[in-house]
């Protein structure tokens, strides 16, 4: 059994993990990377990246449905055709240079990437089986960052027509009927994307309204979107089951029990800390319900071990788990560093987009804020008629003795956008406002 001593280990290779072993590396602080399939986690493969994806090529498809029929602009096309088995082809072609791009940037930065399946024997060692057998890290310092896997329903278990947002962006074909459990961003961002792709989508939600961890007046925007693409909403439902056929899906609501048809059923309830099988139990940590409990420096309650991204809990987002990487990685080199989640901005990828960041009115108000908002509808801008996009609007919400938020050094700043509705332009999206450094670009979920 080789055994291998390093500054630095990092469990995982997902965007928390990659980036903190690149920051790392450039520090010049031996480093090893364990992964047990491929870089770049469940955002480069099979989240954030292959649906932004198939997002994309969905709307490129609607738009052309749409101008088969005349343009308000004088442009028709003939009626579009869609090839989806080169669509998906595209999508892991994207993938697979992104995942070469990620292992290029470790090993410029002088990172070894041990693939395999680790183990923590303690908080400093580490067994990872590989092919050619085991090997022992011993580390200074610990960072996990093992990620997040999509978390199921009992009433319906994954399997044959029930699937994860994982096997929904490598389906062989457009469903023709697909049931959507759950209407948070992974759903809508889905089940709309599908719909585009002239699939009959209905979407199911517990809750009483569409994006629920999103106020009201940013989710209104994308209610209307899903009802002109033909997306079924049913609101205050629960699933319960798949009829004995296997062919529909089982849903109680107020008005009673009834079955959704379904080809396939998208289960996208949320997803949950990956706490298992890494060998947590070996570890003396406290935790914050099923997720790593850190401070602000990302630490955990065990000495030079750290915790990062979708292991420590929510927000799970890309960029944030990058954040949090950067900050680990700058602190074990020395240097003073803190992770504020206070300005962590969202976005979801539906049509309108929405990105947020900072408070809404109601959590400024429910904080004891007296807040002010200022409201300006796309409608009225000339940019946005010219592109066909006035769907949307921009929302600032500030304090109201100052405009700002007091800020410890006499500066104010304001409590947050609250949030920004837009529409999918030809320009890429909203979200390239938020890009940070790195191969490819962060994403929620």
Not at 101 to 115: F, W
Not at 421 to 437: K, M, N, S, T, Y
Request: proline share 5%.
């Amino acid at each position: 059994m080789a055994e291998i001593a390093t500054r630095v280990l990092v469990l995982g290779g997902g965007p928390g993990g990659y980036v903190a072993a690149i920051r790392a590396g450039h520090h010049g602080l031996d480093t090893v990377l364990v992964e047990d399939t491929k870089v770049g986690g469940t955002c480069l493969n099979v989240g954030c990246i292959p649906s932004k994806a198939l997002i994309h090529a969905a709307e490129e498809y609607a738009r052309a449905v749409r101008q088969a029929s005349g343009s308000a602009f004088g442009l028709t096309t003939a009626a579009p055709t869609l090839d989806f088995a080169r669509t998906v082809a595209w999508k892991d072609g994207i993938v697979a240079r992104l995942n070469a791009g990620v292992a290029s940037l470790l090993k410029k930065q002088g990172v070894k990437i041990l693939r395999g399946h680790g183990t923590m024997l303690d908080g400093k060692t580490c067994r990872v089986e590989t092919d050619t057998g085991s090997e022992t890290i011993r580390a200074e310092h610990v960072i996990l960052a093992t990620g997040s896997s999509p978390l199921a329903l009992p009433a319906v278990p994954f399997g044959g027509r029930v699937m994860s947002s994982t096997e929904a962006l490598s389906l062989p074909e457009v469903p023709g009927r697909l049931a959507v459990v759950g209407a948070g961003y992974i759903g809508l961002e889905l089940g709309l994307a599908f719909a585009k792709l002239g699939a009959a989508v209905t979407v199911v939600e517990a809750a009483g309204r569409i994006l629920p961890l999103y106020d009201a007046e940013l989710a209104r925007p994308v209610m209307r979107s899903l009802e002109t693409h033909g997306v079924t909403v049913i609101l205050g439902a629960r699933a319960a089951g798949l009829s004995e056929a296997g062919d529909a899906l089982l849903i109680e609501a107020a008005e009673g029990a009834r079955e959704i048809a379904a080809d396939r059923i998208l289960v996208a309830i949320g997803r949950r800390p990956a706490t298992a099988g890494w060998g947590l139990e070996r570890l003396d940590l406290t935790m914050n319900g099923a997720c790593i409990r850190i401070d602000e420096r990302c630490h955990t309650s065990m000495r030079n071990v750290w915790a990062v991204g979708d292991v420590t809990g929510e927000p799970m987002l890309a960029h944030r788990a990058m954040a949090q990487g950067e900050t680990v990685a700058d602190i074990v080199a020395g240097r003073r560093r803190s992770f504020d989640r206070r300005v962590i901005p969202s976005v979801v990828f539906t049509d309108p987009e929405i990105v947020a960041a900072g408070l809404s009115p109601g959590e400024a108000r429910s904080a004891g804020h007296e807040v002010r908002t200022g409201l300006f509808p796309f409608a009225a801008n000339g940019r946005a008629m010219t592109l066909e996009g006035e769907e949307g609007f921009v929302r600032v919400t500030a304090r109201a003795d100052d405009h700002g938020a007091g800020h410890p050094g006499g500066r104010s700043r304001r409590l947050g956008t609250g949030g920004r509705v837009r529409p999918r332009h030809r320009d890429g999206g909203a979200a390239r406002r938020h890009r940070r450094h790195g191969p490819h670009p962060p994403d929620p979920g």
